[in-house]
Antibody, heavy 113, light 112 residues
């Protein structure tokens, strides 16, 4: 069974940093590209970033502030978030592959003073 | 960026009756590899989205056959042949042809 479990969310002040993790199981993690997608409270979905074996892509809204990475040996995906803003408040989902085949339960990030 | 629009934004439906949602993209979603990367997602309240349809018309594993997708280029449709109670929630179309990937605003489906 495919499982994606996010962790690392929480409350952070504007300008602060947070690192999200996603633990993957039930499939060969190294063989799949991965995404981060976020959803602000009561709002729609916004793609954040995508990683292949060697390349990362980012939404303009997070470029230069967020860094996506992966550790295939640990079957883990990461999102380092710096210079956080109020508008980054959202549930962050770890999503498998380009078509979005599997989604984690999400990690809530709240940016507030 | 490719802008995705959906109609209607809200759809009250009768159990057992069909339902249809349209999705339009501001540019063609045909990728240079020949595929059209248009997916449909369903999100129930308090749950993460789940994939229903990928590449326009391919039902994902475990998705009931009452769900079908169609379309080409810039115009796409999700159809539910007979709505069941578990189908309530928000439906999103998503294009993953071109970066940045983008989503439609969502269509809320509830029971009349």
């Amino acid at each position: 069974e495919v499982q994606l479990v996010e962790s690392g969310g929480g409350l952070v002040q504007p300008g602060g940093s947070l690192r999200l993790s996603c633990a993957a199981s039930g499939f060969t993690f190294s063989s799949y590209n991965m995404n981060w997608v976020r959803q602000s409270p009561g709002k729609g979905l916004e793609w954040v970033s995508y990683i292949t074996s060697s390349t990362m892509y980012y939404a303009d809204s997070v470029k230069g502030r967020f860094t996506m990475s992966r550790d295939n040996a640990k079957n883990s995906l990461y999102l380092q978030m710096n210079s956080l803003r109020d508008e980054d408040t959202a549930v962050y989902y770890c999503v498998r592959d380009r078509i979005g085949s599997f989604w984690g339960q999400g990690a809530l990030v709240t940016v507030s003073s | 960026d490719i802008v995705m629009t959906q109609t209607p934004l809200s759809s009250p439906v009768t159990l057992g009756q069909p339902a249809s949602i349209s999705c339009r993209s501001s540019q063609s979603l045909v990728h240079s590899d020949g595929n059209t990367y248009l997916s449909w997602l369903h999100q129930r309240p308090g749950q993460p989205p789940r994939l229903l349809i990928y590449k326009i018309s391919n039902r994902f594993s475990g998705v009931p056959d009452r769900f079908s997708g169609s379309g080409a280029g810039t115009d796409f449709t999700l159809k539910i042949s007979r709505v069941e109670a578990e189908d309530v929630g928000v439906y999103y179309c998503m294009q993953v042809t071109q970066f940045p990937f983008t989503f439609g605003p969502g269509t809320k489906v509830d029971i009349k």
